[in-house]
């Protein structure tokens, strides 16, 4: 990649500046996006786990939102290697894993994760947990596989949300990002495709907020009123790649008005590739429609500096470097407030220090089968 001094400049100028995020003030504008890896046997993040976060913050990374971590809820996950945000012995290792990172000179929040109808039958870490959603649907329309959630699980599940977030800000974290994104259970009560629901879990797009309404308020109800509370949400699904929740930019407004109203400090809106636009006749993409809708900051993702899809990286595809002059002119009109970056980051952690440099001629392209080594 070529690039001029005045290029390198510019990116420095639109990347380094600080931004407040309620009470937290983050050094840049670069963020460190969430991305399970399954480092963590027994749901316990260890001392390579902590490494490999604070590596990153050391290298520049302003905001670190951790992989996803499962809340105390044995419905919650599917394996016993990713990470869990409940027990003494995994919040141990997660307190450790914040101090490495204010060591390095970073901020940090775990993304809380419950998959919903995601979970099969017999997954780890509790295999006698059954699948649950709002109305017992996968993403792909599948039912039977799990129930519809009972008033007690849903009592139980904003629970969990919300002790895990106590404990974060008890162990020392910068705030929480929830996890309502990808087809998991947050995102299954937005979407009408899983949310049949009846009562006053769903209906249309507004009432089928509520239930993301009441976890927010539950985890803003436990923690300080200046710990940062972020969403993360999106349009499509794991699987569901043309899901939407909106089809206008009315429907959107209907659906994050209820949602910032409950606590929402900030929204991390995932799309695939963040350079397209989300709706007809404007160039706005989700997180920028998201921003002028609601007022708030936003966090922008998917695919930055890279040529290509990130889902393809599980198909074992790389990707080649990519311009972020697109995301530059987003970032200069203020469309977006920073930037989430995966796999440029798992691939090179010194990826945000050589951007913020104007190193980019030190940027490398992405090799999924060189991951097994990273750390």
């Known amino acids: 990649m070529t690039v001029t001094v005045s290029d390198a400049a510019r990116a420095t100028q639109a990347l380094s500046r600080p931004i407040t995020l309620n009470g937290l003030t983050v050094p840049n504008r670069i963020a460190m996006a969430p991305m399970t890896r399954m480092f963590s046997p027994g749901g316990i993040p260890g001392d390579d786990v902590a490494s490999y976060y604070a590596r990153r913050a050391a290298a520049g990374v302003g905001l670190i939102v951790t992989e996803g971590t499962y809340v105390g809820h044995e419905s919650a996950g599917q394996s016993d290697r990713v990470p869990r945000f409940h027990g003494e012995a995994q919040l141990a290792g997660w307190a450790k894993v914040a101090a490495d990172v204010h060591a390095a000179g970073g901020t940090i929040v775990p993304q809380l994760w419950h998959i919903g109808m995601v979970r099969n039958h017999g997954d780890a870490p509790y295999p006698d947990a059954p699948?649950?959603?709002p109305s017992g649907i996968r993403v792909d329309g599948t039912?039977?596989?799990g129930h519809a959630m009972t008033q007690r699980d849903l009592d139980d599940v904003i629970a969990?949300?919300?002790d895990a977030a106590a404990a974060a800000e008890r162990l020392g974290f910068d705030g929480v990002e929830l996890h309502g994104a990808h087809g998991y259970l947050l995102d299954q009560f937005l979407w009408s495709r899983t949310n049949r629901r009846?009562?006053?879990?769903?209906?249309d797009a507004v009432a089928r907020t509520v239930f993301v309404a009441e976890v927010v308020q539950a985890v803003r109800a436990v923690v300080s009123p200046t710990f940062p509370v972020i969403l993360?949400?999106?349009q499509w699904k794991q699987d569901a790649y043309d899901g939407r929740l909106a089809q206008t930019p009315q429907e959107l407004a209907a659906i994050l008005a209820p949602l910032a109203e409950a606590g929402v400090d900030v929204f991390h809106a995932s799309t695939r590739r963040y350079w397209l636009p989300e709706f007809d006749g404007s160039d706005l993409n989700l997180a920028g429609w998201t921003k002028k809708l609601t007022g708030k900051p936003v966090i922008t993702v998917g695919s930055v500096g890279l040529d290509g899809d990130f889902l393809n990286a599980f198909r074992g595809h790389g990707a080649e470097l990519g311009s972020i002059d697109n995301l530059l002119e987003r970032m200069e009109r203020d469309e977006v407030d920073m930037?989430?970056?995966g796999r440029a980051l798992l691939q090179d952690p010194e990826?945000?220090?050589k951007v913020l440099d104007g190193r980019f001629d030190e940027l490398k392209p992405f090799d999924p089968a060189a991951q097994k080594t990273l750390s």
């Open 232 to 234: 993360r949400y999106s």
């Open 351 to 353: 990826w945000a220090r």
């Open 160 to 162: 969990a949300f919300a």
């Open 143 to 145: 039912e039977g596989a």
């Open 339 to 341: 930037v989430a970056v």
């Open 131 to 133: 699948a649950m959603g």
């Open 198 to 203: 009846t009562d006053a879990y769903g209906g």
